[in-house]
């Protein structure tokens, strides 16, 4: 006998049951020896190979695994129940700016960190979390970093790294953003339209003004406004919108003295607004004006404009915010020596966006804030973490210097009963000052700490590599 004969004989009736296919004798062997031979035959059969495969897409990341000495003790820190979100953000914001990646293996042990900061952890983490429980596991989702876009494949990216895309090119290359804006503009939905406006917004230039003026016809009311804003703040156009004409009602121009005139600028607010509420409102009121705009609705000087306002908090911190939305460090400059607590002020307005500043400018404006506090830095955890927030990164080493050797700094931290001033420190500190860190916080109770430490040694062991 074959194996050809069992397969065609005993096989269908070993498949059905003899009784209800009786089965086919073949030469002298009994028909239990012939149900053996075809199960032993079937064991040692090849399968038949598929006519096609269905190989599942692999998004190519080329960033480092992490290295294994650190991988055990990042997991404990991250399922550690006493640290704070400012340990979670320092890790994931080193991992972008180191370019690195979890192990594949570590991902579901920390699943919450990765859910939460996937786009900072690389295309594997981002695959990995968008398709955990995922409906349509076939589907092919392209994962893009800002340095693998170029001119060809920048349109099937994400929105938001599309409008980085456009960002970054501008700065090099102005024109060469507007014209790749303009090509694909009649295809895109109003929602990409907006960002891919504010992208031009970051380095606007004088001959955007065409563009701008024809988007005044736009059919998307939030892209009309936001062309007609951009247009009011080239040089040499005198346009002028409903958002510049709300801050100008609000604001007194008096010329005082007697033998030397000077303008002196109030800000005078709604009785409406209660004075817990006065921040949101300046933020929200003067958002979208630049400060060129203004100093020209109030025909006076961009400097001037600053000392007009030198006696005002309210008007000094909506110019703070200006400034900072338009990169004019040096008027910021000016601004916090009249408004000195500005980082205080400033944090209490809401979160800060940075994203068109470089990362010289990030820290160059984190240290005019800082300046004026001198060796006295504010114990106040809320603004400590909103700079840590708004740079995404350490914060100047002169402000952790100054906690290092401020007798009452370690004195109310050794008061502490939490971890959230330890976390936030270590998330803070520079590279170069986290040995001298380390040295305060044994100093304090171990349970405050632990955290904190095993952070300082992760962010090191990271940095090398």
Not at 387 to 415: C, F, Y
Request: charged share 25%; aromatic share 6%.
């Amino acid at each position: 006998m074959t194996a050809t004969e069992l397969k065609s004989k005993v096989l269908p009736a070993l498949l059905a049951g003899t009784a209800r296919q009786p089965l086919q004798k073949i030469g002298d062997a009994s028909p239990l020896a012939l149900l053996s031979l075809t199960g032993q035959a079937l064991r040692f059969e090849r399968p038949v190979a598929p006519t096609q495969f269905s190989v599942e897409a692999k998004a190519p990341d080329d960033r480092r695994i992490l290295p294994d000495r650190i991988r055990k003790p990042m997991i404990w820190l991250l399922r550690n129940r006493r640290s704070t979100e400012d340990v979670e953000l320092a890790l994931a914001w080193s991992f972008a700016r180191l370019k690195l990646r979890p192990h594949p293996f570590d991902l579901p042990r920390m699943s919450g960190f990765v859910k939460a900061h996937a786009e900072h952890l690389g295309a594997t983490a981002e695959v990995w979390a968008s398709g955990e429980g995922a409906a349509e596991q076939h589907r092919l989702i392209d994962f893009f970093s800002t340095t693998d876009l170029d001119e060809t494949n920048w349109t099937t990216a994400p929105p938001a790294l599309r409008q980085t895309f456009i960002m970054n090119l501008r700065r090099k290359d102005s024109v060469a953003g507007l014209e790749l804006v303009r090509s694909v503009w009649s295809q895109e939905d109003a929602e990409i339209r907006l960002r891919l406006l504010g992208a031009l917004a970051a380095e606007l230039q004088p001959t955007d003004k065409d563009f701008l003026e024809g988007l005044q016809k736009d059919r998307a009311p939030r892209v009309r406004d936001l062309a007609r804003r951009l247009l009011g703040r080239l040089p040499g156009v005198t346009g002028w919108h409903p958002a510049l004409s709300a801050c100008m009602e609000r604001i007194e121009k008096i010329e005082s003295g007697i033998f030397r005139k000077h303008t002196v600028l109030k800000l005078q607010l709604p009785a409406t607004v209660k004075e817990h509420q006065a921040k949101g409102w300046i933020r929200e009121t003067f958002a979208e004006v630049s400060f060129e705009e203004l100093a020209r609705g109030l025909q006076i000087s961009e400097t001037d404009l600053v000392e007009a306002a030198a006696k005002d908090e309210g008007l000094l911190l909506a110019l703070a915010l200006l400034a900072t939305a338009d990169r004019r460090l040096d008027l910021l400059e000016q601004i916090v020596k009249r408004l000195l607590d500005a980082w205080e002020q400033m944090s209490q307005c809401g979160p800060m966006q940075l994203d068109t500043m470089t990362s010289s400018e990030c820290l160059r404006w984190a240290e005019i804030l800082v300046q004026p506090y001198g060796a006295k830095p504010p114990f106040l955890i809320a603004g400590w973490s909103w700079m840590h927030r708004a740079l995404r990164g350490p914060v100047p080493g002169t402000l952790i210097e100054a906690v290092l050797r401020s007798s009452e700094w370690r004195d109310k931290l050794q008061e502490m009963k939490g971890p959230e001033w330890m976390d936030l420190l270590a998330a803070c500190c520079p590279g170069e000052l986290r040995a001298r860190l380390r040295v305060l916080l044994e100093m304090i109770e171990p349970a405050q700490t632990v955290s904190a430490l095993a952070l300082l040694d992760i962010l090191d062991a990271m940095e090398k590599g």
